[in-house]
């Protein structure tokens, strides 16, 4: 009897833990499972994959929380659709600019001269090269001092030493004609200081016609002093 008392509970434990094993596997795997495709589900939204789903629909805590990362996604998709819709309306508005100012500048007729705070030209029009028969050169990234005049390239440190001047010069430009440089600094703030200078613009002018002008003017003026000179002489 007490063999068999002892086998029965034998058969009673081995039939509970057997039966505990089972249970305790099927509520491991009910967790684990879900667990996993919530890893999977957060992996493919650190990729960006907004349009991807995860079938939990148990009412525990892990159910709660498919359903808040779904919320979550949801949301973070509107927010990039809604940020690429605006990086696409900004840069198509900053290609526009860019069109305009690029067209404004190729038909500038007076020459444009832009240059970084240590001289470096970094744009340019065409007038500019008309000017200084400098169409076969290269100018961009070259120093100014290699390429202009002395006058003319010192006008970019003295922009610097002080942004909120004007600075003008005459200088000689190809073909014996005559042009004037007007040079200012360039600064990413209304009040510039020496942090905020970021380079110097110049624009030049050709002045060679109202050089002529002038001087026609000086030997009108000379001539009819000169020949009324005698006449008034006489008349006095």
């Given at each position: 009897q007490m063999r068999s008392a002892m086998f029965a509970q034998i058969c009673i434990v081995l039939a509970i833990f057997?039966?505990?094993?089972?249970?305790?596997?099927?509520?491991?795997?009910?967790?684990?499972?879900?667990?996993?495709?919530?890893?999977?589900?957060?992996?493919?939204?650190?990729?960006?994959?907004?349009?991807?789903?995860?079938?939990?629909?148990?009412?525990?805590?892990?159910?709660?929380?498919?359903?808040?990362?779904?919320?979550?996604?949801?949301?973070?998709s509107e927010s990039f659709s809604d940020l690429e819709r605006a990086v696409?309306?900004?840069?198509?508005?900053?290609?526009?600019?860019?069109?305009?100012?690029?067209?404004?500048?190729?038909?500038?007729?007076?020459?444009?001269?832009?240059?970084?705070?240590?001289?470096?030209?970094?744009?340019?029009?065409p007038a500019l090269t008309e000017?200084?028969?400098?169409?076969?050169?290269?100018?961009?990234?070259?120093?100014?001092t290699s390429i202009f005049c002395e006058?003319?390239?010192k006008l970019i440190p003295k922009t610097q030493e002080h942004p909120e001047e004007v600075f003008?010069?005459?200088?000689?430009?190809?073909?014996?004609?005559?042009?004037?440089a007007v040079a200012t600094a360039i600064s990413h703030e209304s009040m510039p200081t020496e942090l905020d200078l970021c380079g110097t613009v110049i624009l030049i002018r050709d002045i060679t016609l109202e050089k002529e002008v002038d001087r026609m003017k000086t030997d009108f003026l000379s001539t009819v002093s000169h020949e009324l000179r005698t006449p008034l002489t006489c008349v006095l």
């Open positions: 057997i039966l505990s094993t089972i249970v305790a596997y099927i509520r491991v795997n009910q967790i684990y499972q879900p667990l996993i495709r919530l890893t999977e589900y957060a992996d493919k939204l650190s990729a960006s994959d907004f349009n991807a789903v995860v079938d939990i629909r148990s009412n525990d805590e892990i159910g709660l929380l498919a359903r808040t990362l779904q919320s979550m996604s949801k949301k973070l696409s309306d900004a840069t198509q508005e900053m290609q526009i600019s860019n069109t305009y100012l690029t067209a404004i500048i190729t038909n500038l007729a007076d020459g444009l001269l832009v240059t970084d705070r240590n001289g470096c030209i970094t744009q340019f029009n000017m200084f028969a400098l169409r076969e050169v290269e100018l961009k990234g070259q120093r100014c006058d003319l390239a003008t010069i005459e200088l000689e430009l190809a073909g014996n004609r005559v042009g004037k």
